[in-house]
């Protein structure tokens, strides 16, 4: 990669990273009153920029990262934080049963960008937020990715888009869906 082709990614890494941080103080405020540490789950995680950044940030997180690749920087992470930060290695949809229901106050969507993916990550992790957890994702309205927006838009719960092409519910998606289901 190039140094111009480099910075353009960690600036875009940035822009991410910053929408995270202010998810995480969001949620922090919230559970001020709350023992115990803020729970996230990151899906897609690649390099583990983002990752690092934010379980150096805030010392209370604690991740839970999903990737089908256990990238050296990623293996690193977790070697460095054993108790902070848990990696499942598979597919978000493989992994998911790893993870106990309501028992995540964040999750971050970055894996596979297609339609029947994001849907099915929505659909599959939405049960492990806690009832007052955050989701959102990535890649919104990247046109390469056009199945990112419309798998967000057919769960029918409202959101906001930020920058870096960063999405949010703008409430916990898994009332909507256990509506679905009844």
């Not at 990752?51 to 089908?68: G, K, R, Y």
Request: net charge negative; with cysteine.
């Amino acid at each position: 990669m190039t140094g111009e082709g480099l910075l353009d990614t960690m600036q875009h890494q940035v822009t991410i990273a910053y929408h995270l941080c202010r998810k995480l103080h969001e949620l922090n405020y919230e559970l001020r009153d709350v023992d115990g540490p803020v729970r996230m789950a990151e899906l897609g995680v690649a390099t583990a920029m983002t990752s690092n950044f934010l379980i150096d940030l805030f010392p209370q997180l604690h991740m839970t990262l999903v990737d089908a690749h256990p990238y050296p920087e990623l293996v690193d992470l977790v070697r460095r934080h054993p108790t902070r930060v848990k990696f499942c290695h598979g597919t978000t949809a493989a992994t998911a049963s790893q993870v106990p229901d309501n028992s995540l106050d964040l999750i971050f969507i970055d894996a596979q960008h297609t339609y029947e993916n994001v849907n099915e990550d929505i659909r599959n992790w939405a049960p492990k937020l806690k009832d007052t957890g955050i989701m959102g994702g990535h890649d919104l309205y990247d046109r390469v990715f056009p199945g990112v927006r419309k798998a967000v838009e057919e769960i029918g719960v409202p959101y906001e888009a930020g920058p870096g092409h960063t999405w949010w519910f703008a409430e916990c998606p898994k009332h909507a869906l256990n509506k679905e289901l009844v």
